[in-house]
Structures are given as C-alpha cells and as structure tokens.
C-alpha cells in the first residue's frame, strides 16, 4: 500500500533572465498554499490521504500554472481559486480527473 492515496506536485519555480515563463510568477505557489490548507481543512491531509508539495521546474512552463496528481501521473493547469476546488473535490477526493483542467 503507497503511504499516500494521492500526491500533487505544485511547480513552484522562479525563472529569472530567461525568456520561459515560471509557474511562480503564475501564482504556484500561492496555489499550492490554497489547496494545501483546503486539503487539512477536509481532513485529507496525512498518511494514508493526500500530500500537497511544492516541487521546482516540472518542464511544462509554457502551459503553466501547473501540478501534477500522482498515481495517475495526471497534469492540470488552472486559471482561478474555482479550478482549484474543483480538482480538490473531483480528483483529490473522488479520483475522478478534471478534464477541463488537464494538460
């Protein structure tokens, strides 16, 4: 049994003296922050449930903001705070993917 049901990753990079775009500038981390309290406040959070963490460049800059759920191995962008509830409450509670969200 994998020691959590779900993980997703939050590109949370800085890109700076480059012509890519970075998720941080995109609002990544401040996303990661949202579904992180939004994760503990549904009592998710923990072994056994869902780990929300911030991971450096994912390589997918140009599409981004992005996040990455694992096991699935399934890409999302986002665009506000309602996107964002609503992969919280669709894949990271039920499993069932966003396909409006995904890359």
């Known amino acids: 049994m994998a020691y959590y049901r779900r993980h997703i990753f939050f590109c949370t ?18 996303a990661r922050a949202y579904v992180k309290a939004r994760v503990k406040a549904l009592g998710l959070s923990g072994p056994g449930e869902v780990r929300v963490n911030a991971a450096g460049c994912l390589d997918r800059c140009e599409e981004g903001p992005v996040a990455v759920v694992y096991p699935e191995g399934t890409w999302y962008t986002w665009v506000d705070e309602e996107d964002l509830d609503e992969l919280v409450d669709e894949h990271l509670v039920n499993g069932r993917e966003v396909s409006r969200l995904k890359i």
Do not use: I, K, L
């Open 13 to 30: 990079n800085r890109r700076e003296g480059s012509d890519r775009p970075c998720c941080c500038d995109r609002g990544g981390q401040d």
